[in-house]
């Protein structure tokens, strides 16, 4: 993953971290068809995100373990 790419990863979980955000919200801000900017493609795939809800729910966008965790660390490493 290029250094681009991952503070934009950064950015993409910070911005899910600050408050719920619903998939379709998500999607508007985050969806590209550039293969070269594939943010909340690659935080799925590397479990960063999930989806969580029902079909009585709006689907929210939730940071993983794994995605608070990078968040944090990333937070340390720039102090």
């Known amino acids: 993953m ?37 943010v909340w493609e690659d935080a799925t795939i590397a479990g960063l995100v999930r989806l969580e809800g029902n079909a009585e729910r709006q689907t929210m966008v939730k940071l993983t373990a794994a995605g608070q965790a990078a968040l944090e660390s990333q937070a340390a490493a720039a102090r």
């Open 2 to 38: 290029s250094d681009a790419l991952r503070l934009l990863t950064v950015q993409f979980l910070a911005w899910v971290a600050e408050r719920p955000r619903t998939y379709a919200e998500t999607m508007e801000a985050w969806r590209t068809s550039c293969p070269r900017l594939s």
